[in-house]
């Protein structure tokens, strides 16, 4: 809205323009004249001065209220109660600036525009953030990132989603900006990827099968499987929203438009290694790892895992009276040792 500071002249007569009988439901301008302790003094033309209770004068609650209102400027207000026994009216700015910013946010939502709009509090389910003034919700599952734990405060581009004025319903995007960014930019990514590329991504999200990866305008997917040679449970035992990691491609499925990466790629091989390191006899002290109901995985070398079949298990905790967990470390020898297959058969007969 359009503010101006008028001399003396003007503004006498910009108030004989307003010289007619008001009611509540009026929408009038008025000139701020000043401030008192119970809110914003105005002229509206009216007998004497109305005033804009503080609450009434705020849309942004970021600012003070004569940043809002300065005085000597012209403003557009709604009138919300007639003249008291003073003579005064009450007014509202704040509902006349609201009804604006609605408008204004179904014009951009049929542009179906991009909007910025700042984090002001995390709320079950999701988020609330402040677009025109107005707070709106953003649902976890239309957040790009999951972390809200540092959220609040920032600027982030969203999409509206819905919009009603009458029931204040504002629903909003985050992950729909990126998502129509990468509908725009995906075929000409697909024809840049290759198998084997090694690529630089920022993890964006976080599931309990795996972590999506924004690797330059789409997100690929890191399985569990391929974020390290070591058993990992869950992981964000490995990874943490917005880290940057380097990752390679090894797989695009051009008809589903996916792209699947790995982490354990970069690092080296400990099979091969095991291989020069291991053979059959050999008597290996390993950590356990995961315990089944066929037996034990026990790791043997770094990112190496071996079988203790399940007799074998329950005959050591009968034997030694107590129950194996994870974590604790068990002398083993090597009974079988398949490379080509990944395979290591564990026994404790010849163990020491």
Known sequence: MVTKTYTDDEFESLISQYDYKFQKGDL??????????????????????????????????????????????????LIIREEDEDGRFILSYKKVAMAYAWKEL???????????????????????????????????????????????????????????????????????????????????????????????????????????????GMDGLLPLSQMSWRWVDHP????????????????????????SLSLKNLEKDPWIEAKNQIKEGDKVEGTITRIKHFGAFVEVFAGVEALLPNNEVVEYQNKNNCILNVGDKIKTTVIKFNPDDRRISLSLDSAD
């Open 236 to 259: 964000s035992d490995v990874l943490k929203i917005s880290d940057e990691i380097n990752v390679e491609i090894i797989g695009i499925d051009q008809d589903k438009q996916r792209v």
């Open 28 to 77: 009038v301008k008025g000139i701020v004249c000043g401030y008192d302790s119970e809110g914003v003094i105005v002229d509206i033309g009216a007998k004497t001065s109305a005033i804009v209770p503080e609450r009434e004068a705020r849309a942004d609650l970021s600012k003070s209220v004569s940043e809002t209102l300065e005085k000597g400027s012209v403003y557009e207000f």
């Open 106 to 216: 179904e014009d951009l939502k049929a542009e179906d525009a991009t909007v910025e709009g700042t984090v002001v509090s995390v709320v079950k389910g999701g988020v609330l953030a402040e677009v025109k003034g107005v707070r709106g919700f953003i649902p976890s599952s239309h957040l790009r990132a999951k972390d809200t734990d540092n959220i609040v405060g920032e600027k982030i581009e969203l999409k509206i989603l819905s919009l009603d004025p009458a029931q204040n319903n504002f629903i909003l995007s985050n992950k729909k900006v990126y998502s129509d960014a990468q509908d725009e930019n995906r075929e000409n990514m697909f024809s840049s990827l290759e198998v084997g590329q090694v690529v630089k991504g920022e993890v964006v999200r976080i599931t309990d099968f795996g972590a999506f990866v924004d690797i330059g």
